[in-house]
């Protein structure tokens, strides 16, 4: 689990990022799911948008992605959604 401090800091880290995944009509799906794990594994800090024809809740899409890649969600702000998860082979983020 993350610190509040730990929170604030990959806030701050992801201010910057725009999102690079898009949850749509369908919702989550099991590609989507092992693709974003892979981008995780490259980046550590990643943004989803979530489209405006997506019928599930946003809480609900952040839970499904956090259970799928095992990532923590750092934040849910508007329509996007905030992954970290550690890297195993390419850490590039040190947390405070």
């Known amino acids: 689990m993350l610190t509040g401090k730990q929170k604030r ?4 880290k992801a201010h910057h990022l725009k999102p ?4 749509g009509k369908i919702g989550v ?7 974003i ?8 800090l990643i943004k ?6 997506c019928m599930e809740d946003k809480d609900a ?13 750092v934040q ?3 329509n996007n959604i905030v992954l970290y998860k550690e890297s195993e082979e390419n850490k590039q983020i040190q947390l405070p």
């Open 48 to 53: 989803v948008s979530i489209l405006q024809n």
């Open 20 to 23: 690079i995944f898009q949850v």
């Open 9 to 12: 800091f990959l806030r701050s």
């Open 76 to 78: 849910i702000i508007g």
């Open 37 to 44: 794990n892979e981008a995780l594994e490259k980046r550590e």
């Open 29 to 35: 799906n099991d590609n989507m799911i092992v693709q």
């Open 61 to 73: 899409i952040a839970e499904q992605l956090q259970e799928g890649t095992h990532a923590e969600i």
